[in-house]
């Protein structure tokens, strides 16, 4: 911790605290988020757990996704460094509201950037497992949303493996959780149905005086409907997130796909992602992100925008791809000239042999009357008046 100034306390947990800190060694201009893991107090499944939690952690490189720093260990304790996010977490935001809703414009903005982050999770078979608006974070000036604490996140080793553990805050359980019964990704679904529900109406979707009672609502999929003051279509999605039988729930990439959400996610791309973008090719290779897959799927191998795939490069692939993108389009503008000057001489190739042809055919027509008129004039006797 000697390359950290700590700030302030902003949390505590079973195992641990989170300090606000000043990172030294960038000379005092960066501000990060450092939670401290007291591994004297835990289990040996405890302490394989935390490792487990810093190893997902530097695998979560996404522009919705709170940023991994670095980890070390210290006297006892694993600290890990995380981004620090300015502006809270959207809990905070839903009650700095204080009744006023969120216009839907707001609400799908953060929503989609929320999706985003999430379908770099799933595609990596990792389950979240704890989605909730305390967990998610604001930045530049609450436009920016990202996914933070993995505290509890679990990696599927296996595609069909399937989690039973339950954890979690109970607003936001899902019914297979209430019921003991084993979940995989869809279960996060149902967590980002109830954020969505508290940004439209501030306030949880299930609520009870009891566990009990709350339990029970959950398990039948009873909430208060949301306003008519925003679309159709958003009341729609909210009511699919909310399916209580797991397998009828979208999965996160079909929700991209909504047109509900579309022109947001082109939005969002454009502004996160433009910095990455390479070239404009048909492969995906390893160290690429298709991003593309959240539009609409063509015949074709590749996912396409209006018939251009798009890959996302990592690193300085995107420069030589860039440039390798310029030199294809150069060589292939410098072809379909040369194709176009063949197709014109071609073209003049032929007229030419149709006037030689024309030209031809009125000599022979002449030389024929010539030799006609000969033959009459022959037999012609003399003297005769040939007027």
């Excluded at 995989?184 to 109406?201: A, F, H, P, R």
């Excluded at 993108?325 to 001489?345: I, W």
């Amino acid at each position: 911790m000697n390359n950290y100034e700590v700030i302030r306390q902003i949390g505590e947990g079973a195992f641990g605290k989170a300090f606000l800190v000043q990172d030294k060694g960038s000379g005092g201009d960066r501000q990060c988020v450092v939670k401290q893991v007291n591994l004297r107090q835990m289990s040996a499944r405890e302490k394989e757990a935390s490792k487990k939690e810093v190893t997902l952690l530097s695998k979560m490189k996404h522009p919705n996704i709170v940023t991994f720093i670095t980890s070390f260990q210290e006297r006892g304790s694993l600290y890990i460094v995380m981004e620090y996010c300015d502006g809270g977490d959207l809990m905070k935001k839903i009650n700095l509201q204080r009744g006023v809703p969120f216009t839907e414009e707001q609400i799908v903005g953060w929503f989609v950037q929320i999706c985003l982050g999430l379908k770099h999770i799933h595609d990596r078979k990792i389950l979240h497992r704890d989605i909730k608006a305390q967990n998610i974070f604001l930045t530049g000036g609450g436009m920016k949303v990202k996914l933070g604490d993995f505290g509890i996140a679990r990696m599927l080793n296996n595609t069909m493996e399937l989690a039973r553990t339950c954890v979690g805050t109970p607003y936001y359980l899902s019914p297979e959780i209430c019921e003991s019964r084993p979940y995989n990704n869809k279960t996060d679904i149902w967590s980002l149905g109830c954020v969505l529900y508290e940004l439209c109406t501030l306030r949880h979707p299930f609520e009870g005086s009891s566990l009990r009672q709350l339990v029970s609502k959950i398990c039948r999929g009873r909430y208060n409907p949301v306003s008519t003051r925003y679309s159709y279509e958003l009341r729609l999605l909210l009511s699919q997130l909310f399916k209580v039988n797991p397998r009828d729930r979208p999965s996160v990439s079909s929700l991209l796909r909504r047109p509900v959400l579309e022109k947001h996610i082109r939005k969002h791309l454009d502004t996160q992602v433009r910095p990455l973008i390479g070239s404009l090719n048909s492969q995906c290779v390893p160290d690429q992100y298709c991003v593309t897959t959240m539009f609409r799927q063509c015949s074709e191998p590749c996912w396409k925008i209006q018939h251009r795939p798009v890959c996302v490069c990592v690193g300085h692939a995107a420069g030589e791809d860039k440039r390798q993108h310029r030199g294809e389009q150069k060589a292939s503008f410098n072809k379909s000239k040369l194709n176009a000057k063949k197709s014109q001489n071609r073209q003049n190739g032929m007229k030419g042999k149709v006037a030689t042809k024309n030209s031809k055919t009125k000599c022979n027509r002449k030389r024929q009357s010539s030799n006609q008129n000969a033959k009459i004039q022959k037999h012609i006797p003399k003297g005769t008046d040939r007027g």
